[in-house]
């Protein structure tokens, strides 16, 4: 199962079944925005940073 998305989040290519969800505002000159894999029911998806510089993430835990 894979796909490619454009900067904006759009499908170019693959499966139908991913999705990504765009967080903040993914416009030109925008510095507050990321993408999310939606969930899928019998997946798990690996978080791997592709940005070259550094990336910061807010830790913290799900319960329930």
Do not use: C, T
């Not at 993914?26 to 990321?34: E, F, L």
């Not at 029911?41 to 910061?56: H, L, S, T």
């Amino acid at each position: 199962m894979g796909a490619m998305f454009d900067w904006q989040g759009k499908r170019l290519e693959g499966d139908e079944k991913l999705n990504v969800k765009v967080h903040g505002s993914a416009q030109v000159g925008s510095h507050n925005w990321w993408y999310s894999v939606e969930p899928l029911d019998d997946y798990e998806f690996i978080r791997i940073p592709v940005n070259a510089g550094g990336v910061m993430e807010a830790v913290d835990k799900l319960e329930g």
